[in-house]
């Protein structure tokens, strides 16, 4: 049987990737999946894995750093993350890179996002003894809830697609475009030197 803490965290760390007041982390997960179909499924595992990497090293070692200083920064620089690859889509020839540039970035900006989960998670656990365990299950939480927005953007993709409604440059400029637009206006609100 499942403990209840465990079932607990996993709700929490699934419920923070899905929540529409966290736009930020929803909003990454879409721009980089709306250049993908279904069929470009190896690809996808592949990106978002390494995100996945990224972001677990960066919240596990956010419980260990007592100065939390720079949240203000990692807050910006999330907006940012959505900005550069909007820019990334928007600028692209083709419609997928085929070079280890897109991996590389997405441990990179995975280490980003994790350092966000982390103070969330680090605020969570205030006063918790036993952090590294509660750790496994919001991890896990985030993974699943993250894995479900990718299929449901790769299927919104692929039947829009399908039926002819949108080509597939005209879907990766309209969500690129709401990516870019969005994060612009966050990165303006967030600017950590106007807190």
């Known amino acids: 049987m499942i403990p209840d803490w465990f079932t607990l965290y996993f709700r929490l760390g699934f419920e923070h990737i899905v929540d529409v007041n966290g736009i930020d982390h929803l909003l990454f997960l879409l721009v980089i999946t709306a250049t993908y179909t279904f069929k470009d499924w190896k690809r996808v595992i592949s990106i978002i894995s390494l995100f996945t990497l990224g972001h677990t090293l960066s919240t596990g070692i956010s419980l260990f750093i007592e100065n939390k200083d720079f949240i203000g920064w990692i807050e910006w620089l999330i907006p940012l993350t959505i900005f550069f690859a909007s820019l990334w889509n928007l600028r692209q020839n083709s419609l997928k890179n085929k070079g280890t540039l897109a991996l590389k ?27 590294i365990e509660l750790f496994l299950p919001f991890t896990l939480g985030i993974e699943v809830g993250q894995l ?9 993709t692929t039947l829009l697609l399908a039926s002819n409604v949108l080509k597939q440059r005209d879907w990766v400029v309209l969500i690129s475009g709401i990516g870019f637009g969005l994060s612009l206006q966050m990165l303006i609100e967030r600017w950590p030197l106007l807190a």
């Open 148 to 156: 479900l927005i990718v299929f449901v953007v790769l299927l919104i």
């Open 105 to 131: 970035v997405s441990v990179l900006f995975g280490l980003i996002h994790g350092l966000g989960f982390g103070s969330f998670l680090t605020m969570l656990l205030s006063g918790e003894a036993n952090q």
